[in-house]
């Protein structure tokens, strides 16, 4: 069972779209509709932004939007705002009442 | 409003036990599984195990099988993780989660605010 992988780190400017992509297995990303995503910011516990690969929990922005092909999910962020910059970390049920999470991405608002 | 209180920052040695608590609130405390995951400073989030509180049947990640154990008490609406013998490397910030695990969905609802778990000789 290992990590998912994600890139680092991201960088956007305000107003433009960023997607960071999770990457996994046919055993875990690929074989399931369940990634979810959240967003931590320094020094504070984890927001659950995205579920079941792209839907929304109640209260989150539209500007945020989940897919996936194969066994790499994205989150995708839209209209880039500075609140925005945070870590981001993915996560996949991984079979037999286990889940996964990627190492988490840095996003930083130039 | 659902709410996972957790126990207080540790400074212990290695060797040493310890055991850590999360306490739930504003929801049927049996009807969901309670998770932890670890944090190491700086780096990603790590699934570390859940209990089902409603029969404490726990699951847990091969990475901490058989050096953590996670345990509950119905009656206080509480989770607890468990070390018997710390090491250097199990520093790190833990959080407890509630778990969303129905058919064809889950994910991590509500959070703790973590529990900072220093070991120091």
């Known amino acids: 069972q290992s990590a998912l992988t994600q890139p680092a780190s991201v960088s956007g400017s305000p107003g433009k779209s960023i997607t960071i992509s999770c990457t996994g297995t046919?055993?875990?990303?690929?074989?399931?509709?369940?990634v979810s995503w959240y967003q931590q910011y320094p020094g504070k516990a984890p927001k659950l932004m995205i579920y079941?690969?792209?839907k929304r929990p109640s209260g989150v922005s539209d500007r945020f939007s989940g897919s996936k092909s194969g066994n790499t999910a994205s989150l995708r962020i839209s209209g880039l705002q500075a609140e925005d910059e945070a870590e981001y970390h993915c996560?996949?049920?991984?079979?037999?009442?286990?889940?996964?999470f990627g190492g988490g991405t840095k996003l930083t608002v130039l | 409003e659902v709410q996972l209180v957790q126990s207080g920052a540790e400074v212990k040695k290695p060797g040493e036990s310890l055991t850590i608590s999360c306490k739930g609130s504003?929801?049927?405390?049996?009807?969901?599984?309670i998770s932890w995951v670890r944090q190491m400073p700086g780096k990603g989030l790590e699934w570390m195990g859940r209990?089902?509180?409603?029969?404490?049947?726990?699951d847990y990640s091969p990475s901490f099988q058989g050096h953590v154990s996670i345990s509950t008490d119905r009656s206080i609406t509480t989770a607890y993780l468990h070390w018997s013998s710390l090491r250097a490397s199990d520093t790190a910030m833990y959080y407890c989660?509630?778990?969303?695990?129905?058919?064809?969905?889950?994910?991590?609802?509500?959070w703790g605010l973590g529990t900072l778990v220093t070991v120091s000789s």
């Open positions: 046919s055993s875990d990303v690929g074989r399931y509709n369940l």
């Open positions: 996560c996949s049920y991984a079979g037999s009442s286990t889940w996964v």
């Open positions: 504003g929801y049927s405390f049996t009807s969901y599984s």
């Open positions: 989660a509630r778990l969303v695990a129905l058919a064809n969905t889950d994910y991590f609802d509500f």
């Open positions: 079941e690969d792209s």
């Open positions: 209990i089902d509180p409603s029969d404490s049947s726990t």
